[in-house]
């Protein structure tokens, strides 16, 4: 039974006690580190790395930024317990200030690099370093986009449609970085990632969302950070039930078998080999056609079709 998600949730586990306890050694309390990506969500496999950056609690000039020392031992600390060297993304491996977290939402400089800083903290952001200040900033985020003047019966409207903004920007990346970049990156692995785990992902927003209709604003903030307090397999099944979600897990499983091959994994990240054709991809392809089915039958089992969240998805 979901085997391959069990093996990953131990494997990640581990993973991230002996990180935290690396980086107790070399990160002042001022500091906060997390992680976002598989390690995360408990999926990691040995052919994981891990996306993480560093954010500085300081409100004032980037010269109170963290050393170039500190940064360098976070990254060799990090590559040294994975067994890789973390992540080379545009929106992680960097020193973000805690403002830019929590100002210009929607403004002229909230670039895709903060999008997704925001939303992946948001909805799956786990601590490495300073785990209450990673929960302080998760709730100053809720406050920023469930504000005051809200009324009971709303939805989190601006949380979600900026959710929604996420995960179309992805689709959006995902097209320039494949095919209209001057240097395409493989697609094949980045197609089945979004078919699965961002998908799955923007599910559990969605769905998280959908239960702040009709509560009072403390009750929506203090219900999101309940819920993106846990890895996004436990969310699912804390909103939904665990019998609900097994045809959503068992599709998952699947995914998650698949990428711990480090043949297959290869594979779909090789540039060289023709995926449209290849057997491996479509097979995860095909699977993911039926997790996507899965995943709106349960959306419309939890959610009748007078709920809110209904209308808000469309319109």
Known sequence: MNEAISRAKEYSEAKLIEIRSALEKIVSNDQIVPTCGSLARREASQESDVDYFIISRSQRSSD?????????????????IMGRPPAEDGSF????????LLKNIGGEGDTNQNISRRILFLLEGEWLFNKRGIEEIRRAILERYIADGMTDHQLALFLLND??????????????????????????????????????????????????????????????????????????????????IEGVLKSYDFFLEKLENPEIRSCLNNPEVEMRNNPIFRELKNEGHHFTR???KLFEET?????????????
């Open 294 to 296: 899965q995943l709106l």
């Open 163 to 244: 959710i929604i903004r996420f995960y179309r920007t992805m689709a959006v990346d995902y097209e320039f970085k494949t095919v209209e970049s001057e240097n395409p990156k493989p697609w094949g692995i980045r197609n089945i990632k979004l078919v699965f785990s961002r998908k799955l992902l923007y599910a559990s927003g969605l769905f998280s969302v959908a239960l702040t209709a009709d509560r009072v604003r403390e009750q929506k903030i203090v219900s999101l950070e309940r819920l993106f307090n846990m890895p996004v397999i436990d969310r699912m099944a804390e909103i939904c039930g665990q019998t609900k």
């Open 93 to 100: 491996m960097k020193v973000v200030h805690r403002d830019e």
């Open 64 to 80: 109170e930024s963290p050393t170039p020392d500190l940064y360098e031992a976070v990254k060799k600390a990090i590559g040294d």
């Open 303 to 315: 959610f009748d079709s007078t709920h809110p969240i209904r209308r808000a998805v469309v319109f």
